[in-house]
Every structure is written in structure tokens, then in C-alpha cells.
């Protein structure tokens, strides 16, 4: 593991461009023994190339055995010890659908529920009301209004929804209101410092016009709150790498970590297509010098099971990939922030398939294509995702020689 | 990253004989695509049969994307972690010309500079005169004496040169006299600590001294003072792993830095060649149990950006190999302390290819030839440099198990 310390000391601020390219849940399985993963089996003349002429390995995301959620498994691949570094559930749930979490900033997750006359819950989440069901709760929530600070709702998924408290002198170490059991009612938001009570009597508030306006909404007619969380603070691209970052990504939950880092998030369209992407990275080449490109439907198939739809997906980011190429960047680097095998329809832990394409630098290694077989015996080894952006930095000539 | 206490704990005071041969700077890149490395060019078949019989590998000098100086990849090489053992710049100049630095003494940088009549600097660097000039100044300062301190200064080269204090109740923590800046005075020396007043008393002596004897020997007529430093108090390889160890190097740097992890320098000739150096390991040969042994000239032509003259040393080295292999080591281990592939004119951070032969335990692999691309499957892995000590000792039959 790279010392994070380190690295900041030795970052230049001069060198070359990097493209540290990320196809969601990249790394994959076989469907039928001795078959290819979906990359293998994927039609790929861009990426073989360029895995043929550079570097290849596997990538560790947190550590071996570890199947990690996009946000640990991001702050991995952007040199963030993902164990050291936790991005509070409540951040990433906001971030997750696009609010935006400034410092100062409260975010938490929230569940509507169900109880009954005596306020005991009867169901922690709601009957599993629809996503539609769940927006209308929220619009009514929309309308509760704290004294001195702004509050925002928005619908998730199901029955779960984010909410945010933005205002002065707010704090987030305040416990979950989810009792974890029925037959109980919730509990009553609590600081778990001395600096939290002001805000926990604030969501106490909110909580109670909220069991009002739910009131006779059944089966969603309360809500427990969770995962309070805030900016994590997180040390900057700029400060730390000495690099001007641009985030190109289609959904919001990316966007949000790599703000967290310091990126700047270059506009996009929801129903961007990979080439789209690459076209905005293209857009914006001469203000920056470290572009983040996040391509998602790898991931999405693959947590579908449809091993045929992720290899489709894989061949539209490499017919994309001449845009890249002929920005001529001095390093591109083309990985996944872990693993999605159509088979496992989940995250998984199997260390993912990389390419380091640096043509000053990088050591010619034998693989012939982009593969997970042809990585293994790769120049770069299996390797801590965290090294990445310490290789990444190097092959740009952005760090100093450490010691004499 | 092996557990510096643990080892010392298991390491036992018998067993076999270890050769560390060390070629500076031995990884490189191929100069034209799908070509060779230096080492991969290199004729080298005592090299290739040792990689068939032995085990190859890829070692990490500090971590990945990490070019290190060489006072911190040997200080890895040598199994001490390369961040936590810092040696001072001070020491590391004086040992690198070849002055001894003992417990208690303080070594410091020194660079002559301008000052104009106000004593103000106008050229840090006094115009970098000429190594010579710079020798002529450092005669006149080694006239200044100081009361119960013996005073060693040497010229290095161009405007740089070495000063070492020796005596009773020194203290090396001083920040620099250097202000980094033009059209301001040197810095007085002060101390950072109460326990280095009475050296920085000295030290500002010793100064004021220097600027009347430097006075009209315009353009070095000041100097200042950085890298403070005393010895790092390193544990020493007799302690640690119960090894009686030499070292065979011609440089003078490499010298000092095995001195200061306690190895016995066995005296040799500044234009000794590999094979003078290897007849010396035989000649201490039944003194002791380890023997690091250090090539300089793979580093110094990788840093000339001649490829072919660097493939030229690799194979003076294999010429002379019998030598060491005639002498029965039970572990000979041949690596490099980091790469410097003559196309990227310097030391980088690319692993570097390293090959351990150890006839009763070594774990043959698929490696043909040593070379970086054979080394990339081998049976060590991709290792950080530390581990390589405790492999030497258990291949050498040193280590005892760790728990029942």
C-alpha cells in the first residue's frame, strides 16, 4: 500500500495528462468452464492493442476477499485508503441521487415505515412501497421547514429516501432512529456528543411535523432516520496530486464521490452513451490534467446476470475509445473499480483486469489481448488499487525522486 | 512488508552463506518496442542458468510509482523499511564521499554562495563554480578550528561540499542556514531543540569563521549549511540477524550506507571491475556469513541513456559470475536496488527483475533467462525489496519457525 503521505510530499505540479478510465464491475467469470469472461469474450481491438503494447495486472480493490460498494471501491481506485477514508452512509446515500453534500452539510438516509395506533412500528419498511408511492411521502415532507435551515428530500428507491440539512453550526454525530425491531416505536434522534444537540433537536423537530404530515398515509405513514453523515473531508486532487481533475460520469453517486476528492463534475446527460462521454472528455482536454471516466452498464449487467449484455456494453466503450486515443494522453489507464461476474449478479471480490498504457514509460509485459488470464502474469502484478494513482503519477512524471 | 521485529526475533546465529550481488540500477525498458531490456539484450549465461535452476521475481524498491535515491532502496534492500529509516542528507553526503559519520558526530551539506558587500546573497549557488574552485575554498576552510570539536570538511563537487563535527555532546538539530531566497542574509544556525544550542553556538563559530577566511574569493565568498544530521542509529545486521556481513562496493556512498547498518567494508580500488570485486568476496570469504556485494556502473551508464554500454557492464558482471558461484554459496541472490532504464535517463520506479538460487530449497520456476519479462511469472512474485532479507535467511537455514 502506497503512503498516502508520501506520495502527497513527492506530487509535482507539472507532467503529463492521465485518463483513468473505469468500466463499472469490470472483472468477471467464466459462464461455462474453460469459456471466457465477459471481457475475454468481448470483441475488443482498441484495448488488446493497447494491453499489447503496455503494461497489464490486477487491481485489489480494499483487500483480497473483500467485495467492496462503489463508494470504498472508488475511493480505492482515486489512492484513498478505503478503510481509512469511510464516506458516511447518509453522504453517499445523497450523493447517490445527486444532492449535492457541501462541508457543514447533514446528510441522512431515511426509511418510511409503519405503525400502528399506539405508534409501535409494525413493518420497518412500509410493505415495500413502490418507488412512486415513496415520492408521493416525500412531497409532503418537502413542505416541513426548520428554523435558520434549509432541509431537502428526495425520493430514492422503494421505501427509502435522503435528506439533508444544510445551515450554520449543524453537526451529524447523532445515532440512528431505526430501532431495528418491531413492536417498538422509533427512536428519538439523539447527539452522541455534546456538539449535536442543538441539530438532533432540530430532526427531533422534523421528525414530528413529518409523523403529522404522514399521518393516515398507510402503510407508509413514519419514517426512521439513518446513517448521518457529513462531508468526510476528504484530502483534495489538488492539494494532494497537485492535478486540476475533471469527473466525466452519468450517474449521480459518482459524481458525488469524485466531488468529495476535489474533481470538477463536467456536465452530462443522463442517457450519455460511452462515445458521449468520451466526446465531453475531449471537450473540456485543455483545462485539466486528470480526467476520471466512468462508464456504468458494466456494472448493471452484470448484477442483471446478463453476460451477453455486459460484453456489449464492453465493446461500445472500446469502438468509443479511439476519442481517447487521439487526445494523446501520456497515460491511460483502463480498469474497473472491482468486480460484477455476470454469474455472481453481484459485486464480488476477484481482483480486476487493468491495462497501463504510458508509451515513454510503460514495460511491454505478454499479453496479447485485455483479458483477466492474460493480466495475471501482467508487469504490474496483482497490486492494492490505492498504488494506482501513485503509478498513474509516476508514468506522467509528476513525482520527485524520493531520497537521495 | 515483512515485520522487522518478528525476524529479529527468529533469526538464529548459524547456518548457511548468503551472497546479495547488487547491480545498481538494473531494471530497464526496452529502447524500441516488442525489443529487449538491457538485461534482456545482455549475453548473460551464468545469469540465465541460475534463473532456470532458482526462483525470479519482481521486487517492489519502496512502493509502487516510487523512484527512490539510493540511500532508501538499499536501506530496502538491506530489510529496513525505507520510510521509517530515514538517513539524513548530511550523512547521506558525507558517507557518499567517503567520511566516515560515528555515533555522536553531526554531518551537514554545505554550499558556497555570493553575497554582495551587505551580506546580502545574490547567487546560491556562487555562480557553480567548478568542482575544483570548490576544493580550493574548502582548503581554506579546513584551517578553522573549534574549541573540543574536530572539524572534517570536504569538497563533493561543483559549489558543494561536506562538513562533519566529531566530539563530546553534539546535537544535529539544526534547521538550515539557507534562506532559499536571494537579497536576504544567510540564516544564523539555530537549534530546533534545547539539547543543539550549545552545537548551533558552534556551528554559527565555525560560520563566522568561514566568512572571513571565504572573504574576496568572489564568486564563492559565503556558504550555507542544510541536512543536518546524525548518525540514524540503525540496528545493526549483528543484532538483527545474527549475520557477520560484509560489503564489497567500490563507491564510496554504498560503503557508507552499509557502515551504518553495521556490515564490516572490505577495502577495494575505486577502478576495481565486477571481477576484482568478486575475488575480494572470496578472499574474506570464510570471515563471513553474508556478503553484499555492489556494482555501480549498470546505474551510472542507465543514467547516460546508453543502452549499450549498460548491457555491456550486465555482461562483465556474468563474466566474472563463476567466481562467485565456485565459491558454494547457499544462497546467492542477484537484483538490482531499482531500476534505470537507459531510455528514461534516471532511476524510476519500474520493479526490478531479481533472481534467488539456493540449491537445497529454491522453488524452480518457469523462467528460461534472467530478465524482467521472465520475472513477471516467477516463483517470488512481485515482492517489496524488505522481504528479500527474510527470504535470504530462511533459504540460508536462519530463521526458526515462528510458534508451535
Known amino acids: 500500500m502506497a503512503n498516502f503521505e508520501l506520495i502527497s510530499r513527492l506530487a509535482q505540479d507539472k507532467g503529463g495528462k492521465i485518463i483513468l478510465l473505469v468500466m463499472d464491475g469490470l472483472g ?32 485489489i480493490p480494499v483487500s483480497r476477499g473483500i467485495a467492496p460498494g462503489s463508494g470504498p471501491a472508488h475511493l480505492a481506485l482515486f489512492g484513498y485508503d478505503p478503510i481509512q477514508y469511510e464516506i458516511g452512509r447518509g453522504v453517499l446515500e445523497a450523493t447517490g441521487i445527486g444532492i449535492e453534500v457541501n462541508p457543514g452539510d447533514v446528510a441522512i438516509r431515511g ?12 413493518d420497518r419498511r412500509a410493505g415495500r412501497i413502490s418507488t412512486e408511492e415513496g415520492a408521493k411521502r416525500v412531497a409532503l415532507l418537502k413542505q416541513i421547514k ?68 404522514l399521518k393516515g398515509h398507510e402503510p407508509a405513514n413514519m419514517l ?17 496530486y497537485k492535478l486540476r481533475a475533471a469527473c466525466v460520469a452519468v450517474y449521480p453517486m459518482y459524481k458525488g464521490v469524485a466531488r468529495l476528492v476535489g474533481m470538477d463534475v463536467i456536465a452530462t446527460d443522463p442517457h450519455d452513451t460511452p462515445q458521449d462521454e468520451f466526446n465531453h472528455v475531449a471537450r473540456v482536454w485543455n483545462d485539466y490534467d486528470f480526467f476520471f471516466c466512468h462508464i456504468k452498464y458494466t456494472d448493471s449487467r452484470g448484477e442483471d446476470g446478463d453476460f451477453d449484455a455486459k460484453v456489449k456494453v464492453i465493446e461500445s466503450v472500446d469502438a468509443a475509445l479511439p476519442t481517447l486515443i487521439n487526445l494523446k494522453p501520456d497515460v491511460l489507464i483502463i480498469t474497473g473499480d472491482h468486480s460484477t461476474p455476470a454469474t455472481y449478479k453481484a459485486h464480488s471480490w476477484h481482483p480486476v483486469p487493468t491495462l497501463l498504457w504510458a508509451p515513454k514509460t510503460h514495460m511491454p509485459d505478454r499479453a496479447q489481448v485485455f483479458g483477466e488470464r492474460e493480466c495475471m502474469a501482467g508487469a504490474l502484478g496483482q497490486f492494492p488499487a490505492t498504488d494506482l494513482m501513485p503509478l498513474a503519477l509516476a508514468h506522467a512524471g509528476r513525482l520527485a525522486k524520493y531520497g537521495a
Chains 1, 2 share one sequence.
Request: glycine share 8%; proline share 10%.
Open 28 to 59: 468477471g467469470l467464466p459462464r461455462i468452464p474453460d469459456g471466457p469472461t465477459e471481457l475475454e469474450a468481448a470483441y475488443t481491438p482498441h484495448m488488446d492493442l493497447l494491453a499489447r503494447e503496455g503494461s497489464t495486472g490486477l487491481s
Open 111 to 122: 426509511n418510511f415505515c409503519t405503525v400502528d395506533a399506539n405508534g409501535l412500528i409494525t
Open 146 to 213: 426548520l428554523p435558520g435551515v434549509e432541509t431537502i428530500v428526495e425520493a430514492v428507491q422503494d421505501y427509502r429516501f435522503a435528506l439533508l440539512l444544510r445551515g450554520p453550526g449543524l453537526n451529524g454525530d447523532i445515532a440512528d432512529t431505526d430501532p431495528q425491531l418491531t413492536g417498538v416505536p422509533p427512536l428519538p434522534a439523539k447527539a452522541r456528543s455534546p456538539e449535536a444537540e442543538a441539530t438532533a433537536a432540530l430532526v427531533n423537530q422534523w421528525i414530528a411535523e413529518a409523523a403529522e404530515v
Open 224 to 240: 426512521t432516520l439513518r446513517g448521518f453523515a457529513m462531508d468526510p473531508n476528504l484530502p483534495k486532487y489538488r492539494d494532494v
